[in-house]
């Protein structure tokens, strides 16, 4: 039997979440996954406590991490490692400060957030972390590498896409991916009045580019997309236009969210 909330200890708030409503929600957030819903990279915990060959302990070239993780995920097949060794792994990874209390929140008001996961990572281990959290629930939709195991039981990971973004990896540009979403939703006749971008690293900067005035960016603090977009505010005036919430927790962006529905 599916236990509702295994892994953080919530109650079993996520019952009929994702389930379409009257109205449409009016606001849409995105999460990035490693070190903003989890609290490490996930790549790293895979790796951890294993000894790679010095050319994979090697820091790939620029763009090309994908790859790098494709070759770290067959030799770790090739070593016996399988499904329910990657799915522990997964599972264990421990969420960021705050984010179970974050999804309570989501989950008490879901009929007003639509919530999208948008990373890096790959599908396999975010599904197996989201469910273990009993947070799969919330999320309308996960964009990711596709991960699976094949014949011989080893975890593959492809890219995600191809682009043409010169700022981002060559196997997935979230700004292309938040673009299309929009566009998407809007032809379904779901428009939002804010869009929040929740994350962390370099790659969350530059979707985080396409936010308006209305809009939200929430980046960790202290992290490469904070970094980031303090610079451009600071070289570039007005060119960011989203309001910028840093956050150690992420009970801070529950309680900006809570009062933004306090105004509303």
């Known amino acids: 039997m599916r236990r509702c909330c295994e892994g953080v200890g919530l109650p079993c708030l996520f019952k009929g979440v994702g389930m379409a409503g009257a109205r449409p929600p009016r606001f849409l957030l995105v999460f990035d996954f490693d070190e903003t819903i989890v609290d490490e990279n996930s790549d790293d915990s895979v790796v951890r406590g294993r000894a790679l ?7 790939p070239r620029e763009g090309s991490y994908n790859e790098h993780m494709q070759r770290v995920l067959a030799f ?3 070593q016996g490692v399988r499904a329910g060794d990657f799915r522990a792994v997964y599972e264990n990874i421990p969420l ?4 179970a209390e974050l999804f309570q929140f989501l989950s008490k008001h879901h009929e007003l957030f639509e919530v999208v996961l948008i990373s890096d990572a790959n599908t396999f281990g975010i599904e197996a972390k989201l469910r273990a959290a009993g947070a799969r629930s919330l999320f309308r939709k996960i964009f990711s590498n596709p991960a699976g195991f094949d014949r011989r039981g080893f975890l593959t990971l492809g890219p995600y896409h191809s682009h043409k973004c010169l700022q ?3 196997n997935m540009c979230k700004r292309k991916i938040l673009t299309e979403y929009l566009a998407e939703r809007a032809q379904e006749e779901v428009e939002f009045q804010r869009v929040f971008y929740m994350g962390d690293g370099a790659n969350d900067f530059c979707p985080s580019g396409t936010l308006t005035a209305a809009d939200v960016a929430f980046p960790r603090k202290g992290y ?4 980031m977009i303090q610079e451009i505010q600071e070289k570039q005036p007005g060119a960011f236009q989203a309001a910028v919430v840093p956050w150690e927790s992420a009970t801070e962006v529950a309680r900006y969210l809570q009062e933004l529905l306090k105004r509303k």
Not at 53 to 59: A, F, M
Not at 96 to 99: D, E, L
Not at 224 to 227: E, I, K, L, S
């Open 53 to 59: 060959p010095e050319q994979l302990r090697q820091s």
């Open 76 to 78: 770790l097949g090739e």
């Open 96 to 99: 960021s400060p705050g984010m």
């Open 168 to 170: 981002c990896p060559a």
């Open 224 to 227: 490469p997309m904070h970094r």
